[in-house]
């Protein structure tokens, strides 16, 4: 009877033991929580690129933090999907509320394609994703290389730095009449206005486009400015829908040569609109055409033999899915006949700088 007692007494403050370890830490304060993860809103610090070295901070947004501290992952998790990537957890302590977790995600990605995660924090599971992009550096290399017109295209880790004296290729009532590139042209111009030439010529400039090589959406879109706002194949400055003053194109576009650009009045030639000479003879309505500063590419006004509008655009006059130089996806902006032409109301992402 004694011994049972004993016993009892003995259970019962085990008992309390077990239970006090349950809702403690070995530090003695409470345990670190949150009500929930959202995995959705993840948001890398990098963007990844097949078979090259990825080391990145992964953000993910959680609500109902305690304010306590957690320790990070001593096991790293695996990558599905593509394989070959691990996401460790970075120690942190809790907001009251709203805040984020970090992952270390480093690795170097078995191909293109998504990278999940299983994510497991405080008793609340989700998967992130991350996007793997296609073969490397060197292909969005070679993309800029079809930047004929450029005499000068270099690297750096970030930006890719195109030179150009802005000489269109092809002929031009523009370019003096000693220069073998000069034609007489007169009729019909670009939105069946009869050309009125301008007073200016086409002079050599010289110019540095700095262009972001791993273009992303930006949160405030910038308005493009006056100026050259991009760059085509052939070399020649791309401008937005205005005229100087930010007046509308409306007389400017008689003065449309036989390519659909003209020079303004420091000589430097300029399309506003889809460069003819590139549609018809150099690549096609449909193909890629140039890239804006921000580094999204410009296409032609057709897609999939329709001749797109400005309807089927967003505000920035672009829109998202694959084309042939990036198959998995990438915003770009097309031409199309009507107004803006070419960009609405800002670049999608953060444009890059011309210097003269
Ligand atoms: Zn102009
Ligand atoms: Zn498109």
């Known amino acids: 009877m004694r011994i049972a007692k004993l016993t009892i007494v003995f259970f019962a403050f085990f008992l309390i033991i077990l239970f006090s370890c349950k809702k403690k830490n070995p530090s003695g304060e409470g345990m670190a929580s949150i009500t929930a993860l959202d995995c959705g809103s993840v948001s890398f610090s990098g963007t990844a690129v097949a078979n090259s070295l990825f080391s990145a901070t992964a953000t993910i947004p959680y609500a109902g933090g305690n304010g306590l501290p957690y320790s990070g992952g001593a096991d790293s998790i695996q990558s599905t999907g593509v394989t070959g990537l691990k996401a460790i957890l970075q120690m942190g302590t809790l907001a009251n509320g709203n805040g984020n977790i970090t992952f270390l995600v480093v690795g170097t990605p078995a191909s293109n394609g998504t990278a999940s995660f299983p994510i497991s924090f405080l008793g609340q599971n989700c998967s992130i994703n991350l996007v793997v992009g296609n073969g490397g550096g060197s292909t969005i290399k070679t993309i800029y290389d079809s930047i004929y017109g450029a005499y000068s295209i270099t690297y750096d880790a970030n930006y890719v730095y195109i030179k150009t004296y802005d000489l269109p290729d092809h002929k031009s009532i523009y370019y003096p009449t ?8 007169s009729g019909t111009t670009f939105g069946g206005n009869t050309f009125v030439k301008n007073p200016n010529s086409i002079i050599s400039q010289n110019g540095t486009f700095k262009i972001p090589l791993n273009p992303t959406a930006a949160t405030t879109h910038q308005a493009t400015p006056l100026g050259p706002i991009g760059i ?17 194109l409306t007389n400017e576009v008689n003065g449309f040569d036989q390519g659909w650009g003209h020079p303004q009045p420091q000589g430097m030639y300029h399309y506003h609109v889809e460069p003819l000479y590139l ?11 140039g890239f804006l500063l921000d580094g999204f590419p410009v296409y032609g ?43 609405g109301s800002g670049f ?6 011309v210097t003269q």
């Open 178 to 185: 000693s220069n073998p590139l000069y034609e007489f042209f």
């Open 232 to 248: 085509a194949l052939d070399g020649v400055p791309l401008f937005n829908q205005y005229a100087a003053g930010g007046s509308p």
């Open 279 to 289: 549609t018809t003879v150099k690549a096609s309505k449909a193909a890629l055409l």
């Open 301 to 343: 006004p057709e897609e999939n033999g329709v001749v797109l509008t400005s309807n089927d655009l967003d505000i920035y006059h672009g829109h998202s899915h694959a084309t042939n130089e990036y198959p998995n996806g990438i915003y770009h902006y097309h031409f199309t006949a009507d107004a803006p032409y070419l960009n």
């Open 348 to 353: 999608w992402g953060t444009p890059g700088t």
